[in-house]
């Protein structure tokens, strides 16, 4: 495995705040990678320090096979997109696409400017007048367009609307076919992107829980409908996530996998079986008591 970015025991703490506890990971080339967690899970201080933004306190970082500290020949092939992302007050949206130009290697101008148009972006417009959606977009823009080997998009996207984002997943997934690079999509809106995810990171209280590749989370839990009865006799004794119910049909969520023979004996009840979103799990997973996430993550 080519390693991008190889990370091991990192931690970063503020005053008595520990941001990130002994995070070790690998990211392969060519992989689309979800950094997940609630808020304040330590994931941008986690894309900081991997970006060279802030120190870590302990542990090790390398990108690229180097430290990226001050590393000029890392950090030209990372493209770091933030919602927050600042730009000089009289930069407009074309100035912003050629500095970035000048930043990425691999930076394809007539893409940016077909990119800028699906967006509906005003190329001659001030940044600073730009409406939220628009500036998001202007990141989402740069980041797609730079084709860095190394591309994070920490939340670039809060600001664009349903049609937008759906944009910004089709054009990320195409242009990634045909020019494969390592991203890293920081979100919440796990639901949306889980069809572009290869692989979860998904950190809770500044610890790695979980580092996995999404079809094998697949497998992690499923969902069983049926007549409630049927329902909590098959789920007695196994560890139930969720349980809901309408009326006299119920449905739980269950941890683990079924066998094929409970799967038949339970669709000879009149059961029904579904695969558990990535979503469900994670609200799930980071959502439970500390001593159940030691045990996912041990
Ligand atoms: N500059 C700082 N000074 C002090 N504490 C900080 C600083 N930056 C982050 N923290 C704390 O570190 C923890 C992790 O924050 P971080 O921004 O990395 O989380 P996050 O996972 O990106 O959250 P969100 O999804 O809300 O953006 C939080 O407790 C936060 O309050």
Known sequence: MNAVVKVTNLTKSYGDTAAVSGVSFELEENKIYG?????????TTIMHMLTAQQFASGG???????EPYENESVLRRVCFIKESQKYPQMFTVKDVLDVSA????NWDAAYAAGLAEAFGLPTKRKVHKLSRGMLSAVGVVVGLASRAPLTIFDEPYLGLDAVARALFYDRLLEDYAEHPRTVILSTHLIDEVSRLLEHVLLIDQGRLLL??????L????YTVVGSAARIDSFVSGKKVLSRDAMGAIASATVMGEASPQERREAAERGLEFSPV???QLIVHLTG??????EAVSS
């Open 35 to 43: 950094l997940l967690g609630r808020n304040g899970a330590g994931k």
């Open 60 to 66: 090790n970082i390398e990108v690229f096979g180097e």
């Open 102 to 105: 000048l930043l990425h290697p």
């Open 211 to 216: 580092d996995q590749d999404v079809e094998r």
């Open 218 to 221: 697949s497998g992690m839990a």
């Open 277 to 279: 979103s990535l979503q």
């Open 288 to 293: 439970r008591q500390k001593e159940e996430r």
